[in-house]
């Protein structure tokens, strides 16, 4: 079992920055992909950005590479979602998720999934 909180998320201008964190606890260790996934409104979920556990190796979603940045800290067990210029395009409801494997996009692939935080753009 594997247990996800994220938290960071809230209001910001177009333009601003904000730091999303997820917390694991629990058998990290068999941990393969840790991901974030977003969920705007009628709209699918969709990955935002992604990195293996163990490597470091990172994927991000065309549209926010050059603005968010993904990154792990194995020691305290945390997986960071660095959010640069924010546009109107990214308010939505921002999932951590975790998976055994070595995957990336399907969401159906992740293991277990953290509660969301919210985060919304003013223009």
């Known amino acids: 079992q594997v247990h996800l909180m994220e938290s960071g998320g809230g209001l910001v201008q177009a333009g601003g920055s904000l730091r999303l964190s997820c917390k694991l606890s629990?058998?990290?260790?068999?941990?393969?992909?840790m991901g974030w996934f977003r969920q705007a409104p009628d709209k699918e979920r969709e990955l935002v950005a992604a990195?293996?556990?163990?490597?470091?190796?990172?994927n991000l979603a065309d549209s926010v590479k050059g603005r968010f940045t993904i990154s792990r800290d194995g020691v305290k067990n945390t997986v960071d979602l660095q959010m640069n210029n924010l546009k109107p395009g990214d308010p939505a409801v921002y999932y951590c998720?975790?998976?055994?494997?070595?995957?990336?996009?399907?969401?159906?692939?992740?293991?277990?999934w953290g509660q969301g935080t919210a985060v919304t753009v003013s223009s």
């Open positions: 998720a975790a998976s055994f494997y070595n995957t990336w996009y399907d969401p159906k692939t992740y293991d277990y």
């Open positions: 629990g058998r990290t260790y068999s941990l393969w992909t």
């Open positions: 990195i293996t556990w163990t490597t470091g190796s990172t």
